[in-house]
């Protein structure tokens, strides 16, 4: 059983289109994030959710939205994509927000293409 | 602000060789620091942490010892293998707890038979 799933693996769209990401999770885990790579690797966070309440929004276009149904469920949503938005995106999950553990379980990611 | 720096890659290397990839960070107090890899194809996985300074963390033959004096957490392995040429990255967690891990740019290496 795939602890962090994500789907899809592979997304190619045209500018300004609408378009998804999804993300489980099945470790029981508080706290999921949504974090970008871009081509030279670089790792950024966008989001963090702890029991379905945001709790990191970092400097991130509006046309990002998140949405958490529910702890182990966190999707994003991507409006009005640009070619700046191709890259990797990728889902994780932590035990409990605040517990300073450290240790992030990550899904496999989603690349995203904008043509 | 807090901050990881690691050394510039790619880093290609013969299998046996010995490997350190360098790290240093800024933050204030006592953060929590980590290695993660990342193998082609896949999502990041936490390799090794440290959380308190003059630690040392190891796994699959790899260290790094937590140095507050220089303000770094050097990873280091005395002989490489093919399977673990990978993207490697070194985090830090802030003191207090945050999960907001802080990631350096990645150093991809690359280990030939």
């Known amino acids: 059983d795939t602890a962090v799933s994500q789907t899809p693996k592979y997304l190619v769209t045209q500018m300004g289109n609408d378009k998804s990401i999804k993300c489980e999770q099945n470790?029981?885990?508080?706290?999921m994030y949504w974090y970008k790579q871009d081509s030279k690797k670089f790792l950024k966070i966008m989001f963090s959710?702890?029991?379905?309440?945001?709790?990191i929004n970092e400097t991130v276009p509006n046309r990002f939205s998140p949405k958490s149904p529910d702890k182990a469920h966190l999707n994003l949503h991507i409006n009005s994509l640009e070619l700046g938005d191709s890259a990797v995106y990728f889902c994780?999950?932590?035990?409990?927000?605040?517990?300073?553990?450290?240790?992030?379980?990550f899904g496999e990611g989603s690349r995203l293409t904008v043509l | 602000g807090n901050s990881v720096t690691q050394m510039e890659g790619p880093v290609t290397l013969s299998e046996e060789a010995f490997l350190t990839i360098n790290c240093t960070y800024t933050?204030?107090?006592?953060?929590?620091l980590f290695w993660y890899v990342q193998y082609p194809g896949e999502g990041l996985q936490l390799l090794l942490k440290?959380?308190?300074?003059?630690d040392k963390g190891s796994n699959k033959g790899f260290e790094a010892t937590y140095r507050k004096e220089t303000t770094s957490f050097h990873l280091e392995k005395g002989s490489v293998q093919v399977s673990d040429s990978a993207v490697y990255f070194c985090?830090?967690?802030?003191?207090?707890?945050?999960?907001?891990?802080?990631f350096g740019k990645g150093t991809k290496l690359t280990v030939n038979p």
């Open positions: 933050a204030t107090g006592y953060p929590s």
């Open positions: 470790l029981g885990h508080d706290t």
């Open positions: 985090a830090l967690s802030p003191q207090g707890g945050s999960e907001k891990l802080v």
């Open positions: 994780a999950s932590s035990q409990a927000s605040g517990a300073g553990t450290g240790e992030l379980f």
């Open positions: 959710y702890n029991n379905k309440e945001l709790i």
């Open positions: 440290a959380t308190k300074a003059d």
